[in-house]
Structure formats: structure tokens, C-alpha cells
């Protein structure tokens, strides 16, 4: 079970978890469960009307395809050609951005749930590279981009403005996968996150950059620690993952506010790891609600199953500042299982 805590704990059955003595208690409950292979989980809800919002991505028998639901209505396939995953939820905008591979290219598609039109950003967005995990804010777009005519392969996150059509690189890693990546942006308002791995998947961080500013900021952690599958909120409040190396090794939920703040919010049973992407949708009730995959790094088939982390208000407030820590590699690599590293690979064009 899934240990989410602030003080002692009270398990529950299946995969919640419940702090009933704490006011500031966060809760896990499943959202897509069971032998379902169901991955990329992001949602939102209109505060005017409560209608809710989930996209996801199916794999049936190894092929990926990405799903939208709106309330309970029957969930419908946004990628109507090729391989799809879904990555984001913007409701201001109605909109759910996916990444779509048809005849090996990846390009980042729109679907307007309002109006059931398909469409895409255009050429400066959608080359002949690959782009992949787009996540769309109002007029901001943040997505991935694969040179692989480069020599080394070169990866840019890459901040996209809808309105002026102008693109700003955030950072730029180049080697090949077995080096390391970039994976997971994610956006909401002005603040955008992402994560590296380098040095053989020895360091991995996360990182906030402030749109309004063009400030970025690499998150310290404790020596031997592994940072990653980061989320952000409008008010610039990371929410990411802490591991040891290897695979589901002490894996934690944590929090880290504009203020230097930082929190734990919950922990992994042991063997138990996070997916392809946490996403952040905040509630009306001023809660926050994070929704992440996860898989077992023992199985033999990925198996991901989609789960919700439910951070009560003023939750990331308590816990201590941390500005100091360190950047250097870990003693030994994240490690990902041989199914899940194939998942890996599709979304990434390696495959």
C-alpha cells in the first residue's frame, strides 16, 4: 500500500491510504486500476459548471493509444491515426494536448472537447523531429524535442507562446539515452517544470523555471538522492518524486514552494515506483489533487495503474525550508524495469 503521511498512519484496504489524525493528512485512492496498462493521467475541473475531465493512455497488447472522459460519459480515442499518449488537461482552454506518432514522426496534437475539433500548433512546433509530453497552459505550450539526425541525439524542452508564435529552449541535453533524457514538462500559469537525468541516470533533478521572470531553478536534494516525474502548481509549488537508486527504493512524495519549503507528503510501498508523469489540478476547495501512474518494479509486464494523491489545504506549508543541498551524482542509477524502459523508449523515438 501506498504510505501517505505526516505523523503516524492508518492504512486502509487497496491502494487508499488515509491520515485521519492529521487535518493536513493527504490521501491516495485508484482512480484506472487492475490489469488494465493505463499510464499518463492528467484531469481537471470546470468550477463553473463541476463537469470533470480525464485523459489517459491505454496500451492493448503493447500499442498505446490516448483516451479522453468527460464526466462519465464514454470515454473517447483522441489519436484517430498511429500511436497516441495523453499528457495534459487544460480546461480554460477545453482543450487536451497529446502526443500522437504516425509512420515514426511524433507531433503534439490538440482536441477542443467543447467543439470536438482536432488540430495542432502548426510547423514552428511540429517538425520533422520528435516532439513528445506536451502540457498546455492558456497560451503557453511546453513539450520535448528529439534531434536524432544529431550526432550525439539532442533534447531541448522547449516553452512555445500560442499568441506571438515565438519558442524559448530551456535547456538542452545532449547524449544518447543511455547517458541520459529529459522527460516530463509540465506547466501551469507562469511556472513550468521538467526533469534531467545524466551521468548514466546517476543524477537526476528537477527543475522550476518562472515564465514572467526567465528564472529557472535546479531543486538541491540530500547526497545519494534521485529526483524526478515533477508536476507544478499555479502558485509555482513543485510536487515531485524522491527516490534512493535503483528501482522503488524509498520512494516519497514531496513538496517545494516558491518559499524554499519543503514538505513530504507521502511515501511508496517499497518496490513500488512512479510512471511517466505526475499532474497537477487544483480544486475549488483550494485542495490539490495529483494525479500520477505507477507500476511494480518487479513484474514481468508493465502493468501501470493510475492513482490519486489528494494534498489537503496548507499541506505544503508545513515543513522545513531547504535551499542548500547537493547536485552530484548518486553512488548507482535509476533503474527502470525491462517493460517499462520499452514504454520508455516508444515515447521518447527510441523506439
Same mark, same amino acid.
Given at each position: ?20 489524525? &492529521? ?16 499510464? &499518463? ?12 475531465? %480525464? ?20 470515454? %473517447? ?42 488540430? &495542432? ?107 524526478? +516525474? ?37 511515501? !511508496? ?20 489533487? +495529483? ?54 523508449? !516508444? ?5
Amino acid at each position: 500500500m501506498f504510505d501517505v503521511r505526516r505523523r503516524p498512519v492508518l492504512t486502509a484496504l487497496a491502494m487508499s491510504l488515509v491520515l485521519a489524525s &492529521d487535518a493536513h493528512a493527504a490521501t491516495v485512492t485508484g482512480v484506472l486500476t487492475g490489469s488494465a496498462d493505463t499510464w &499518463d493521467a492528467s484531469a481537471g475541473i470546470d468550477a463553473s459548471t463541476g463537469d470533470t475531465f %480525464l485523459a489517459w493512455t491505454l496500451y492493448t497488447r503493447g500499442a498505446p493509444h490516448a483516451f479522453l472522459r468527460v464526466n462519465s460519459d464514454p470515454k %473517447l480515442l483522441l489519436n484517430q491515426r498511429g500511436l497516441g499518449w495523453a499528457w495534459s488537461i487544460d480546461v480554460p482552454t477545453r482543450t487536451a494536448a497529446y502526443q500522437q506518432d504516425r509512420r515514426g514522426n511524433s507531433d503534439v496534437k490538440f482536441y477542443d472537447w467543447a467543439t470536438g475539433l482536432r488540430s &495542432d500548433p502548426g510547423a514552428k512546433v511540429n517538425t520533422t523531429r520528435w516532439e513528445y509530453e506536451p502540457a498546455l497552459s492558456g497560451q503557453w505550450l511546453v513539450f520535448a524535442r528529439l534531434n536524432r539526425a544529431a550526432a550525439p541525439d539532442v533534447r531541448r524542452i522547449v516553452l512555445y507562446n500560442l499568441t506571438t508564435n515565438r519558442s524559448t529552449v530551456l535547456t538542452k541535453f545532449s547524449g544518447s539515452a543511455a547517458i541520459g533524457t529529459l522527460e516530463s514538462p509540465e506547466i501551469s500559469g507562469d511556472w513550468v517544470t521538467w526533469t534531467s537525468m545524466s551521468d548514466r541516470y546517476r543524477r537526476s533533478s528537477v527543475h522550476r523555471y518562472q515564465i514572467s521572470t526567465g528564472k529557472a531553478y535546479r531543486i538541491r536534494h540530500p547526497v545519494g538522492s534521485l529526483d524526478y +516525474l515533477s508536476s507544478i502548481g499555479p502558485d509555482g509549488t513543485v510536487y515531485f518524486l524522491r527516490s534512493r537508486p535503483g528501482c522503488g527504493n524509498h520512494v516519497v512524495f514531496e513538496g517545494y514552494t516558491t518559499a524554499g519549503v519543503l514538505s513530504r507528503l507521502g511515501s !511508496m510501498p517499497t518496490g513500488r515506483d512512479g510512471g511517466d508523469e505526475m499532474f497537477t489540478a487544483p480544486q475549488p476547495d483550494g485542495s490539490t489533487s +495529483l494525479y500520477f501512474d505507477s507500476y511494480t518494479c518487479t513484474a514481468k509486464h508493465a502493468n501501470g495503474n493510475i492513482y490519486l494523491l489528494s494534498v489537503p489545504v496548507g499541506a505544503t506549508r508545513i515543513g522545513r525550508v531547504v535551499r542548500r543541498g547537493s547536485l552530484r551524482s548518486a553512488v548507482a542509477p535509476k533503474r527502470f524495469p525491462a517493460a517499462v524502459q520499452r514504454h520508455r523508449r !516508444m515515447i521518447e523515438g527510441l523506439s
